[in-house]
C-alpha cells in the first residue's frame, strides 16, 4: 500500500480519469442514441460514472481529512532529526561497549574450556 | 561465453553494477584508503533524463513559476484548500456537462475545460507541498525505529550477559564443593556446564583426577573475576 499522498495522488489523477471516460462514452453513445432513441447501456453508464464519481470524490475527501493537521517548521523537524541523530549515536557507542564486552566475556570462557 | 553472460545481463530489469567498478572496494582495499572515493556531490546543472536540472532549484516550483494560474491565498491551511478544490473539481464537472447539454459548440464548454484543469495542477500541487514534509517524517520514524533496535539489543545482551554470569556463580560454589568431596566422574559434567560452550569435552575421568586441584583453581580464579 503506497503511502496516503500518493494515494491521493492518485485518487485525483483517478478521477480526472473518470472525467474524461464519462464525457468519451456520452460521445460515443450519443451517435447510435439518436438513432436508437436512447438505451439501457447509457443509463446504467451514466449511474456506473456518477457512483465512481462520487465515491472518489468521498475518497479524496477522506484522504484529506487523514492529512497530518498542524505541520511542523522545517526548522523544528530539522531539530528533531539532529536530536535522534545523537542520541542514536550514543546508543550506537553503548551498543558497541556491550557487545565488546560480551566479546571478551565469551573469549574468556572459551580461553578456560580449552585449557580444561 | 563471456559475451553470453553480458547479454543475459543486458536484458535483466535491474542489471549487476558494472563489475570493474564494484571489483575494486575489496575489504583489504577499503581498509587501506586505497578504493576509489565516491564521486562529490553535484553542484549546478545536471540532466537526469535528458531533462535538465539545477541543483539550486527549489524542492517544489511555485506555480507562478510554471505560469499556472493561483487558485488559493498566500496564507492558507492546506486541509481546507485541498477540500474545496476538491469539491470546486466536482462543481466544474457538472458546470461542463451542463453546457455540453445545452450548447455544445459554445466557447465556454472550452473556457470550463480549461478552468478544470487548472484546478487540477492546483490540487496536485497542493499535495506535493506536503512531500518534503513527508520526507523529513519518514526520516524520522526511520530514525527512531533504529534507536529502539538498538536499545533493544542492548537489553538483550545485558540480560544474556547476566544470565551466563549467575551460571557461573552457580558454577563457582559447586566447584569449590567438588574440589573436596565428589568423584571424578561427575567432575567432568558440572565443567562442561560451567564451559557454557556447544562443544563436547572429550577428557576422561580417569585423567581428570589428576590434574583437577590445579585447574579447577584457575576455574575459580577465573569465575571470581565475574563477581
Known amino acids: 500500500m503506497a503511502d496516503r499522498l500518493t494515494q491521493l495522488q492518485d485518487a485525483v489523477t483517478q478521477m480526472s480519469d473518470y472525467f474524461c471516460n464519462s464525457i468519451g462514452i456520452l460521445q460515443q453513445n450519443q451517435t447510435t442514441e439518436t438513432k436508437e432513441g436512447g438505451g439501457e447501456s447509457s443509463t446504467n453508464n451514466a449511474t456506473l460514472f456518477a457512483s465512481l464519481i462520487s465515491q472518489t470524490a468521498t475518497d479524496i475527501e477522506t484522504l484529506i481529512e487523514s492529512l497530518p493537521d498542524q505541520e511542523y517548521t522545517p526548522e523544528k523537524q530539522e531539530e528533531t532529526l539532529k536530536n535522534l541523530v545523537a542520541e542514536n549515536q550514543v546508543s550506537g557507542e553503548k551498543l558497541r561497549q556491550v557487545i565488546n564486552e560480551a566479546e571478551s566475556m565469551l573469549k574468556q570462557v572459551r580461553l578456560y574450556h580449552k585449557t580444561i | ?227
Not at chain 2, 80 to 98: A, M, P, T, W
Request: hydrophobic share 35%.
Open chain 2, 1 to 227: 561465453m563471456k559475451m553470453a553472460a553480458s547479454e543475459s545481463e543486458a536484458t535483466q530489469a535491474f542489471p549487476n553494477p558494472p563489475s570493474i567498478l564494484y571489483k575494486l572496494y575489496t575489504d583489504e582495499a577499503v581498509e587501506s584508503g586505497s578504493a576509489p572515493k565516491p564521486p562529490p556531490p553535484v553542484q549546478g546543472h545536471y540532466q537526469m533524463f535528458g531533462a535538465p536540472f539545477n541543483t539550486g532549484d527549489a524542492m517544489i516550483r511555485s506555480l507562478e513559476e510554471q505560469n499556472v494560474q493561483r487558485l488559493y491565498p498566500q496564507q492558507y491551511d492546506k486541509k481546507v484548500e485541498l477540500k474545496k478544490l476538491n469539491r470546486s473539481i466536482l462543481i466544474c464537472f457538472l458546470e461542463l456537462l451542463d453546457i455540453l447539454i445545452d450548447n455544445p459548440s459554445s466557447p465556454e464548454r472550452n473556457d470550463k475545460i480549461k478552468d478544470l484543469s487548472i484546478l487540477f495542477i492546483n490540487m496536485h500541487h497542493l499535495i506535493n507541498e506536503y512531500r518534503p514534509h513527508q520526507a523529513r517524517e519518514t526520516l524520522r520514524v526511520v530514525l527512531e525505529r533504529q534507536k529502539r533496535q538498538r536499545d533493544e539489543m542492548i537489553q538483550q545482551i545485558t540480560r544474556a550477559m547476566e544470565k551466563a554470569q549467575t551460571i557461573l556463580k552457580t558454577c563457582d560454589g559447586s566447584l569449590k564443593q567438588l574440589i573436596t568431596t565428589l568423584p571424578a566422574a561427575e567432575d567432568e559434567q558440572e565443567e562442561m556446564e560451567t564451559s557454557q560452550a556447544n562443544e563436547k569435552t572429550d577428557q576422561n575421568p580417569v585423567t581428570l583426577d589428576s590434574f583437577v586441584d590445579s585447574q579447577d583453581r584457575d576455574l575459580i580464579k577465573y569465575v571470581d573475576t565475574f563477581k
